[in-house]
């Protein structure tokens, strides 16, 4: 059975990449998809603006919806402070131990924690099983249709504070059009834009801030 394309990218991260170092990582992974294989991580362009606001947020505790390959689970983790942690939620069983390697090499295994299972199942756990209190900053970028209710979700187990930082990629592209009527017009979040471009691609895309006010 050949590889699939995420064991491409592993390959070539292993192979490439210098252990420990999270920029040869991402470096890596950015180089492979853009002359390779496109891939959907969040790449390099919106990898910046996704650096600056986890810089702004400078999260204790931050929330990932859809590791894929560990790109920005290594984008954000790379941003950490010591006492700081990342849990990012991956459904897809082949992916998981893809995004586990990729974060090893980066030499940031102990910041990340890759919780296995959909969103909408975790959510309610992430308290009870998994000892949060709130979340300083989500990124999401899992199934574009699932970022408003798994936001709902978010808010329904007390897990945003005000201040909290929510930040969702493919706003322009492939479009989450239900997220943005629910965080904007909204008294409970101040949203910001950021137009950008798709991974890789000359396309346009954007990423939107929402910050809860409680
Ligand atoms: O579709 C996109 N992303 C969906 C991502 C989904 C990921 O989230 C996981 N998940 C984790 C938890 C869940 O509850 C559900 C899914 C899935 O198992 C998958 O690993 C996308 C598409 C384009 N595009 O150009 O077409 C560009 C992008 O940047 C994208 O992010
Ligand atoms: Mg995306």
Redesign the pocket.
Known sequence: MDQSKEQRILNSVSYNAIKGDAESVLDCIDKYCSQKEWA????DE?GLILDKIVKEADPTVALE????CGYSAVRIARLLKPSAHLFS????AE?VPIAKEIIEIAGLEDKVTILE??????IPQLKTKYNVDTLDFVFL????D?YAP?TILLEQYGLLRKGSILLA??IG??GAPDFLKHVRNNEHYECTHYPSH??Y?K?P?AMEKAVYLG
Not at 40 to 43: P, S
Not at 89 to 92: A, G, P, S, T, V
């Open positions: 959907m991580n969040v790449g919106k919806l859809g590791t894929y939620i991956e459904f897809n992916f299972g959909h969103a909408q199942d975790i970028d899992h199934w574009k699932r798994d990629d493919n592209f492939p798709l991974e691609m396309a895309d």
